[in-house]
């Protein structure tokens, strides 16, 4: 250390180039994935719990005599393993992620430099992101060949509901982060979203199986209709009026929950 | 040392306000500049408003009143145009721990224009060797280093450091002045916050006393002590009482206290005050015990201010 000839760097050393949006992201978000690997608990949370859980709750649904209600074991569970896989590998996990880097103060270090504020809140979410999209898309083949679920009817509504449900959650994650003090306690804040999707959403119980009138006040939750989404893709169920309803409930929670990362999102710790 | 073009503001600091939630004002309205190639300090207690002032000036706030521009440009509003041609360290970390050095550094260039190769920063730094340590391993004062290597990939024409040697040795120290000379031979700008004052008064070509979010006095080192007095100490001889020296108004004397038979006088005249002490004690065959002349120093004007202000405000107080 010291010296005045260390201080600019020695002639023919090579130097980087001039940054982009999406190098400085994929930079960050390659830190994050490494990140992502050294935290067994959260790959713990975010895999094996969506991976596992729907298939532990087989025995329940072949109970619940589904098929009065048009469903089929398969239709009930590859929705639910979905939304499992929303709820825990990418809300949650986010959640988590998001409070620990900003009471770290890395995110107030971040925003020292080049990357923008949209860029550190989406080159964090990244690699959850990623890996939540193959999880449905493991999910999804897995039902397939397993459950004997058959080949998606409307296969483009039910991209757009994990799509819509992908960046949902994430934003989400990122708003439940903001009133989140510890990465303790985001066990804590993230349980009224969870619990709340898993009974009234249609993961754990579908919707079908409710009272219409119950079920048309709970079609409105923010998750209700990217589940009711990927069930009508596989099952092709679904009128042109009800997935347009859907998609425009699913679209009208993202755009409220990305507007309420901008407007609430905290980049330092309280004190 | 490269010719100084002083005259050009890279730092303009203008009436700066800072107002937190509760309606603290942690920054009430303070003005400065630095000139291309300037080492500036902004010293003062905890809690004075030296971190609050620095996160205006990186860009991490809006101000609630006045006005800063880095470059020509407002720091908060016009990000893009000042981010990629400055470098920030700081006061704490801000790394996850369970990156190491090297990945942590990895990280940062990707997101640095025109970065120097990773080994190249963590050399600089001394933390070549650590490359593979997690950063959750290494202790303070090689964070603070690592914090430092990152703030100088891009050879930032405008460098923020806050506080950067708290937690260092005596050595890590040294290190770091060395280098902060270094970048300001090359003509790099530096702002640099710290509450050591051999510190400001050893690489600061000017600096700013903060205390209670305004700047008491600012000027150059030299400037700015001498301002402050000097003092004289002793013990009075066995048998004489105060009353028996010459009138100290006579010697320049400016203050005086006593505690027991300890004498502490403070001049802005010390070699005049010192030779009439010395004259008296000569002719009146006495030795002063425990004699002691001290020029102001730094530390001598910061804790005359500190107690000059909290005077003043008694005062308004009351």
Known sequence: MSGGTVTRSPEGSVRGAVTTPMSRMSALARAELTLLGRSKATIIAAVLVPLGLPFSLRPVVDDMNVEDSGLSVGLVLLPAAIGFSLLFGVYSALTGIYTARREELVLKRLRTGELRDTEVVAGSALPVFAMGLVQCLVLAVGCTAFLDVPAPEAPHLAVLGVLLGLVMCSALGAVTASVTRTVESAQVTTMPFVLVSMVASGVAVPLELMPDRVASGLELLPLSPVITLVRGGWSGDLSAYEALGALATALAWTVLAVFAVRRWFRWEPRR | MEARDTNEHVIEVTDLRRVYGGGFEAVRGISFHVGRGEVFALLGTNGAGKTSTVE?????????????????????????????????????????????????????????????????????????????????????????????????????????????????????????????????????????????????????????????????????????????????????????????????????????EIDGRQVRLRTRELQRTATALLVWAESAGVELRGLDLRSASLEEAFLGIAREASEKNEGVAA
């Open chain 2, 56 to 256: 205006l000036l990186e860009g991490l706030e809006r101000p609630d009143g006045g006005r800063v521009r880095i470059l020509g440009h407002d720091p908060y509003t016009e990000r893009a145009a000042v981010r990629p041609r400055t470098g920030v360290m700081l006061q704490e970390g801000g790394f996850p721990s369970e990156l190491s050095v090297a990945e942590t550094a990895r990280m940062w260039a990707g997101c640095v224009s025109g970065a120097r190769p990773v080994a190249e920063a963590l050399a600089l730094v001394g933390l070549a060797g650590k490359a593979g340590v997690r950063v959750k391993q290494l202790s303070g004062g090689e964070r603070r280093r690592l914090d430092l290597a990152l703030a100088l990939l891009g050879e930032p024409e405008v460098l923020f450091l806050d506080e950067p040697t708290t937690g260092l040795d005596a050595e890590g120290r040294r290190d770091t002045w060395d280098l902060v000379r270094a970048l300001r031979d090359a003509g790099t700008t530096v702002l640099l916050t710290t509450h050591y004052l051999e510190e400001a008064e050893g690489l600061a070509d000017r600096l700013a006393i903060l205390h209670k979010g305004r700047i008491a006095v600012s000027g150059t080192p030299a400037e700015v002590t001498a301002e402050q007095p000097s003092r004289i100490s002793f013990r009075l001889p066995d048998g004489y009482f105060v009353g028996d020296l010459p009138p100290l108004d006579a010697l320049g004397v400016c203050d005086h």
